[in-house]
């Protein structure tokens, strides 16, 4: 048996599968610290059993070369080394090795840039799904939004609301969670109402006006005071960690409300 051929092709597999992993943990560590979103669910699960494989295929190419190299310090020891095996087993250094180290090492920002990239293209697919099954579920509803666009807080009107949410959100499982919003001022302050969201209401229980508060971020509030005090019917989306928003203002019988939409994706949707 030529041990130099199998020394020499086991020391080459196990350089790449080294390379591979150190890839993997790469693009694992950029995927979980930044929580991105690129992969189906069946492309992430492969992704992960791939280490098996990986972790696999290392582990044979370094038990064949050392059950090679001590093959080969047996035949020398007991003399019986074959005159055929004389190839010189010292390592050689490529002419080439300084071009591939500079592509290696520039092949990483590239991957990270891909990634992005991903992450990116998925949001932007997630942001028009959701925009698009707004515009059909508007239109599809004009009647029970109608009913709704008269805004006055009350235990009728609250479950009004969660009765039409309720129904919008059902049509579409890509609209998990449906809200509607509207503008309001509790003890003199101005706050943003929203109804529809999965809660309890007993008819026969006065209800608790600030239960019903939007808690937003400065951003959403200013955007919301804006689209309200104007005629603007600006849509906007915001993704964070897998976390998909769209907010979605409409004209409904002359009177201006804003959907809420949202959903959680634990993969990525690039390609669906």
Do not use: C
């Amino acid at each position: 048996m030529n041990h130099d051929f199998l020394i020499r092709q086991t020391n080459r597999i196990a350089v790449y599968a080294t390379a591979a992993l150190i890839y993997w943990a790469f693009v694992f560590l950029l995927i979980t610290v930044f929580d991105l979103k690129i992969f189906r669910e069946r492309m992430t699960e492969t992704f992960v059993f791939s280490l098996l494989g990986i972790f696999a295929v290392l582990g044979g190419a370094i038990v064949l070369n050392v059950m090679s190299n001590l093959s080969k310090i047996s035949a020398a020891v007991s003399g019986k080394n074959l005159l055929s095996d004389t190839t010189d087993t010292k390592p050689t250094v490529s002419p080439s090795w300084r071009w591939q180290t500079i592509a290696a090492a520039l092949s990483f920002p590239l991957i990270a840039a891909a990634l992005f990239a991903g992450d990116l293209l998925s949001a932007e697919r997630k942001k028009d799904l959701l925009v698009s099954s707004a515009r059909k579920l508007v239109a599809e509803n004009q009647n029970g939004l109608a009913a709704l666009a008269d805004y006055q807080f009350g235990n009728e009107y609250v479950v009004k609301a969660y009765n039409t949410m309720d129904v919008i959100k059902k049509i579409d499982n890509r609209l998990p969670e449906v809200m509607i919003i509207f503008p309001d001022e509790i003890a003199g302050k101005k706050v943003f109402m929203a109804f529809g969201a999965n809660r309890y209401i007993d008819e026969n229980k006065p209800l608790d006006k600030s239960a019903f508060i939007y808690s937003a971020s400065q951003d959403e509030r200013e955007y919301l005071a804006g689209i309200f005090a104007s005629k603007e019917v600006t849509t906007k989306f915001h993704a964070e960690k897998g976390n998909y928003q769209l907010y979605f203002p409409t004209l409904v019988s002359g009177k201006k409300i804003v959907l809420y939409f949202s959903d959680r994706q634990r993969y990525g949707k690039f390609g669906s």
